[in-house]
């Protein structure tokens, strides 16, 4: 196999890998001929699964016709603008506008420079900090690497962007006392509904709506980062939904179009868009070649469509019960050290003697794809999975715990 690929995330030096070749509902089939139950959605994305041909069609049909045109004054185009129309109906956040990006990682960038520059058009330019928390993972372009709160993702890459800092995870009283100390220079604070890479870690007990009072408290913007937990994961379109809290920002990318074609963006609530407006004419000086695609806001609201007249919001929280009691056995089983998740979003803990990486090539020869994260092994399975194959995926990562 060719080695001139260089994989993202992968050791520079691997040459073997699982070439996937074909997929259909929540399996995937490699190269050699083998079925994999998919339970980790490819890379936390793939919520509707592969082969739908309601997605597949509206692509074929978008880019038949004109497959994008850029979205630079003074130009537009219907699929952007009916995406921007859903999901603005669709997201918690007050009198929203969306602004689209190719990836998470963009999205998380754009989010930050949207955060500061309606500071600075409110007067406001000494707020430039970025709060983020530890085990926080936020993308890899310069913005996302220095928010995040993920240290050996950091390490290497020399000086990163200034202004930012990072609280330990669920700690309300660190971040209450970052505000009492630096509250003036806060421009906002970013976080995962359910922290997902950093080894899926869902919130405390009223975490998210202290959040928002400290950043209501102080005049700071709070931005959710649901690139992973948009539109299902979490059984609401987005996962702060299921925390009861509005933020100023969401993020989003991933299931969105079920990774059918790239594409992220940001919501963009109303006290973000109220400095940013406040100017006739004001020029938005940013934005990338590819924002609005007309073929990926196309195959967007197919994955919408087909998310609604499937009720897959509703197929998400049972799913997640079956898989919870399910990988639950295991830990009373004492071949895990314990279970932590909500929704769709599942994770195993491993036992010190234990190496998620191990768990997960061992869970591979048994076709099951779960995903191994810091003292953990995850599970992201399509919101279309079976039954069957649920209890599939439980039974294997069983099997290789005893190994």
Known sequence: ??????HPFTSTTRTDFVDGVRGEGALVWDADGRDYVDAMSALWFANLGYGRREVVEAISDQAGRLHTYHCFDPFTNGPADDLADRIAGLAPVDDPRVFFTGSGSEAVDTAIKLARAAHHRAGRPHRQLVVSRSSGYHGT?????????????QAGWGDLAPHFVSVP??????????????????????SEPVQGAGGVIPP?????????????????LLIADE??????RLGSWFG???????????????????????????????????????EPDHLLRTGYTYSGHATACAAA???????????????????????RAGLATSV?????????????????????????????????????????LPGAVAFCPPLVTTDEQLDRVVDTVATAARR
């Open 169 to 190: 995870g669920d700690d309300v009283e660190a971040m209450s006392v970052l505000f009492a100390e630096r509250g003036e220079q806060i421009a906002a604070v970013i």
């Open 301 to 323: 609201m197919a994955c919408i469509d087909v998310t609604e007249s499937e009720s897959l919001l509703a197929r998400a929280d049972e799913l997640g019960e079956r898989l």
């Open 240 to 278: 702060v939904e299921r925390f009861g809290v509005r933020p100023d920002l969401i993020t989003f990318a991933k299931a969105v179009t079920s990774g059918y074609v790239p594409l992220g963006g940001v919501v963009v609530g109303a006290s973000v868009r109220g400095p940013l407006e406040a």
């Open 204 to 220: 405390v007990e009223g975490y998210w709506p202290a959040l928002r009072r400290l950043c209501d408290d102080h005049g700071a």
């Open 1 to 6: 196999m060719s080695t001139r690929f260089l």
């Open 141 to 153: 372009n310069l913005g996302g690497t220095s928010a995040q709160g993920l240290p050996l993702n």
């Open 227 to 232: 690139v992973i937990c948009g539109f299902g």
């Open 332 to 372: 009373d089983d004492g071949l895990f050290a314990g279970l932590r998740g909500t929704g769709f979003l599942w994770a195993l803990e491993t036992h010190d003697d234990q190496v998620p990486a191990v768990v997960r090539d061992r869970a591979l020869e048994g076709g099951v794809i779960v995903r191994p």
